[in-house]
């Protein structure tokens, strides 16, 4: 096989993400993009690929009925996302089933002393993201896969070893006997249902507790969060078409707009307070989720605290949402579906790529779901490595030539790296109830509000531009 990609098994832990939002992500998501995408360029589709994924959707489908409510694992994707998938041809289908764009976000702190109000048109953009439950992500992919013109083969297994340096120009046990190309050093995997198979590239994409990572020896850094996340649906009188954060004293609290009436919630809190939340009664969590969106823990914000933003009028003369005024979150009036609870961690490592092997997304990075960026920090590598791949065929170079894939190494950690420290620094912020340290977050909240050409960055680097939010 000349690209075998292992896709992590349904039941793996999942990660977090959203603009600057929160919410959770299956591992699997990411992973499985740089399939449809390598089967869309001319110069990849003519790959053999091999899945490796336990995962009983890949052959048998998935499960979408429109009439339940939606399932609490959901991810916000990004316009930059978006952009991708439609390249692929996966966004019509995510488009016939339940999906919520939205162009409006608030983001306010516990203590009332700011709050900040984002508006897509602030960035001459439609929208600024939007929210799909992860079972209509996967569904939307595995079409693209099963009506892509290319060579592949899923085995519905799992890896369990993993041999380099394996000069072959032998077939795996269960292929259709067609010869590997190339007589380059192969990657030899043995997998626990007994079969082999030979690959000039492996991309590990098999979540934060990758199989793969770990038979490459390739070590991370990283801690984990004194913090779990507890996400789950919940439903309104009224249609919410915003997403709303606000930061509480142990973590943020997301309110996501899902579609119909529906939304979903994703809540940080240290461990005790999580399993505390999930185990109570669903009328007493209804009743701390609407105390926590509204008057818990301290009042409303006022316009400002340091007034109209006068100081600032000369930057903010174009910016739409600085003259918007502090929005109360529509109440929850329902639980429509189980808590699910997990812990947050930082994870990097520290190579993505060595000679044969790639690692991308969860497999590579982690980060703490207070900005939300993790899945689409993933469906980035896939983009691009998919990229680097069909740049090094064009010239010639063997795709698992450790020169190539460094470059796709390059990049992709100068633009995770830069994230993770971002997310990183607000978690390490926003941790500590000091006086001093909140009038600076007010301070930020104020800036934010009412500086356009800050506002316009903000917003464009959370879309998935890489430039980082400065003044320009």
């Known amino acids: 096989m000349e690209l075998l990609q292992i896709l992590p098994n349904l039941a793996m832990t999942a990660k977090l993400a959203i603009m600057t939002l929160l919410l959770l992500e299956e591992a699997w998501l990411a992973w499985l993009l740089p399939v449809p995408w390598v089967a869309s360029m001319p110069l990849t589709k003519d790959l053999n690929v091999a899945i490796i994924d336990s995962n009983p959707a890949l052959s048998s489908g998935v499960s979408i009925k429109k009439e339940e409510p939606p399932d609490p694992r959901v991810s916000t994707v990004t316009p930059a996302t978006i952009s991708i998938f439609k390249e692929i041809g996966a966004w019509k289908y ?17 203590t009332g002393l700011g709050y900040t109000r984002y508006n897509a048109r602030d960035a001459n953009k439609e929208v600024l993201g939007c929210v799909v439950e992860n079972r209509v992500l996967l569904s939307s992919l595995l079409s693209c896969l099963q009506s892509a013109d290319f060579r592949k083969t899923i085995y519905p297994s799992r890896l369990l070893t ?6 072959s120009t032998k077939v795996d046990s269960h292929s259709s006997g067609l010869p590997l190309h190339g007589q380059g050093n192969l990657v030899k995997l043995d997998l626990i249902d007994g079969s082999s198979l030979h690959a000039k590239l492996v991309v590990g994409a098999d979540g934060s507790k990758s199989r793969v990572r770990e038979l490459a020896g390739i070590k991370t850094t990283g801690w984990n969060y004194s913090q779990n996340a507890i996400i789950c649906t919940v439903e309104h009188a009224v249609e919410n078409q915003c997403a709303w954060q ?30 505390d939340h999930k185990m109570m009664n669903g009328d007493e969590f209804i009743k701390d989720v609407n105390h926590a969106l509204d008057y818990g823990f301290g009042p409303h914000p006022k316009s400002s605290m340091f007034g109209d933003g006068g100081i600032f009028s000369w930057l903010k003369a174009d910016v739409t949402s600085a003259s918007e005024f502090f929005e109360i979150p529509p109440k929850v009036i329902r639980l429509v579906s189980d808590r699910m609870m997990f812990p947050l961690s930082l994870m990097h490592a520290n190579n993505y790529a060595s000679k044969n092997i790639v690692l991308i997304g969860d497999s590579a990075h982690t980060v703490h779901p207070l900005a939300g960026q993790g899945v689409n920090l993933g469906f ?27 470059k796709f190494e390059v990049e992709r950690k ?23 340290l909140n009038i600076l977050r007010a301070a930020a909240f104020h800036v934010a509000q009412h500086v356009s050409p800050l506002k316009r960055g903000i917003i464009s680097y959370a879309s998935g531009e890489q430039r980082l939010p400065l003044f320009s």
């Open 246 to 275: 606000r930061f509480l004293p142990a973590g943020p609290i997301a309110l996501l707009p899902v579609g119909d009436n529906f939304s979903n919630i994703v809540w940080t809190m240290n461990p005790k307070e999580a399993n």
């Open 414 to 436: 100068t633009a995770n790296i830069a994230m993770m420290a971002i997310l990183d620094g607000f978690q390490k912020a926003y941790s500590v109830d000091f006086g001093p």
């Open 380 to 406: 980035g590598d896939a983009f691009a490595l998919s990229r680097v791949i069909a740049e090094g065929i064009a010239v010639g170079t063997d795709i698992g030539e450790v020169t190539m894939l460094k």
């Open 94 to 110: 995510i488009e016939q089933n339940r999906h919520a764009y939205f162009d409006k976000m608030q983001v306010w702190d516990y």
């Open 162 to 167: 993993l041999h380099r340096n394996s000069s």
